[in-house]
T-cell receptor
């Protein structure tokens, strides 16, 4: 069945460091791919998405490119801030109304 | 703003008691979902609904039932709570977001933290 694998955390970085959180997926067909972020004590918020191969999703300085050849959707940010400390979830969805299948989440802590 | 309200936000109960969590939305979205979030598991789908009285099981539906008698409300019931159902429960709706290129995306409520003693 469909699945999402993302790198184990926690990830601890200094402010202004470069961030990469790896995400790979297994799915039939052509799923849409998402990154969600969960700040402490809150629900999940959509960070960015991509719906087809080679699409790049971007938001708030974060980027991820849908790579069908490597079945990956890695999240990157060039310079992280303390306010980026959160748990990040990679997810896929098949079909326009399909449910989301999530990775296990990666906790990011950014130190000043 | 999808206007999703979950209640209660926090609940402590005892093993064997029934529990109902409510998800209320204000914008007539057709699709609604219940997920549970547990450390090391991410979020897993419990049940979902694609319309009034139309529901289906998700990945971890055992021990849970749902009902949707009105478009705006999606109820999750634990008939006899167990300690393994201690979790944070999230409701979600599927909505079309113009800011996301007109794609359907899931928008989540703030969560309901349930502790079963």
């Amino acid at each position: 069945g469909d699945s999402v694998t993302q790198m184990e955390g926690p990830v601890t970085l200094s402010e202004e460091a470069f961030l990469t959180i790896n995400c790979t997926y297994t799915a039939t067909g052509y799923p849409s791919l998402f990154w969600y972020v969960q700040y402490p004590g809150e629900g999940l918020q959509l960070l960015l998405k991509a719906t087809k191969a080679d699409d790049k999703g971007s938001n708030k300085g974060f980027e991820a490119t849908y790579r069908k050849e490597t079945t990956s959707f890695h999240l990157e940010k060039g310079s992280v801030q303390v306010s980026d400390s959160a748990v990040y979830f990679c997810a896929l969805k098949r079909g326009s109304q399909g449910n989301l299948i999530f990775g296990k989440g990666t906790k990011l802590s950014v130190k000043p | 703003d999808a206007g999703i309200t979950q209640s209660p936000r926090h609940k402590v109960t005892e093993t064997g008691t029934p529990v109902t969590l409510r998800c209320h939305q204000t914008e007539n979205h057709r699709y609604m979902y219940w997920y549970r979030q547990d450390p090391g598991h991410g979020l897993r789908l419990i049940h979902y609904s694609y319309g009034v009285k139309d529901t289906d099981k998700g990945e971890v539906s055992d021990g849970y039932s749902v009902s949707r008698s009105k478009t705006e409300d999606f109820l999750l019931t634990l008939e006899s709570a167990t300690s393994s159902q201690t979790s944070v429960y999230f409701c979600a709706i599927s909505e079309l977001l113009a800011a996301q290129g007109g794609a359907n995306v899931l928008t989540f409520g703030a969560g309901s933290r349930l502790t079963v003693l």
